[in-house]
């Protein structure tokens, strides 16, 4: 089977597009509002890429920059806090609710201009996208994840309270009966 080809539609509504990286293999997964775009790059030096490449391409492109616009998190009645990942000791929805989101395209990384970005801003938001809860209190590093924090029943406490908020809601895990009380 040629990598060169244009997408393969499955039977499961994904299309699958292939598109060439030198000596690199990776699988990419974006969900659009119709449908899911699965990207394969292989390593194929030898074939250039074709227009249906190049296009899939730009619409992974354009889908990452949509990405960036969209909220990490949002307040209900302001008494619900809805994040995906979670909290630390130093999250503070005042410096959250003031950054800048589209300049933080990936958390993987902080922008590549030195200066161009505060190092607290993105902390805080690998926090809220990457933290987990854990049943000791306290906070440290989530050296699991690479990024984010364990905070524990005090941490919670402490960011409900000094925001006169009742509940955090964490998307990140799903949960064999939908939900889970942690603290």
């Not at 539609?9 to 699965?38: D, F, H, M, N």
């Not at 307040?75 to 999250?91: E, M, P, Q």
């Not at 990457?130 to 049943?135: F, K, Y």
């Amino acid at each position: 089977m040629s990598v060169d080809r244009l997408a393969r539609r499955l039977s499961t509504g994904c299309t699958v597009v292939l598109t060439i990286e030198e000596s690199r293999y990776a699988t990419e997964v974006s969900p659009t509002p119709w449908q899911r775009i699965v990207r394969l790059s292989r390593g194929v030096p030898s074939n250039p890429p074709s227009p249906a490449q190049r296009q899939a391409s730009k619409i992974v492109q354009l889908t990452e920059d949509l990405y960036s616009w969209l909220p990490v998190a949002t307040l209900i009645d302001n008494r619900v806090f809805v994040v995906h990942g979670g909290v630390s000791s130093i999250t503070d929805l005042k410096i959250v609710s003031a950054i800048n989101r589209h300049q933080f395209v990936t958390v993987l990384q902080p922008p590549l201009h030195h200066g161009s970005y505060n190092a607290n801003e993105w902390r805080q938001l690998v926090d809220l996208l990457w933290s987990d809860p854990r049943p000791q209190s306290g906070c440290r590093p989530n050296e699991m994840r690479g990024g984010g924090s364990f905070f524990g029943p005090d941490v919670t406490q402490a960011f409900l309270r000094k925001h006169k908020l009742d509940w955090i809601i964490r998307s990140h895990e799903c949960k064999p009966d939908g939900f889970e009380y942690t603290h």
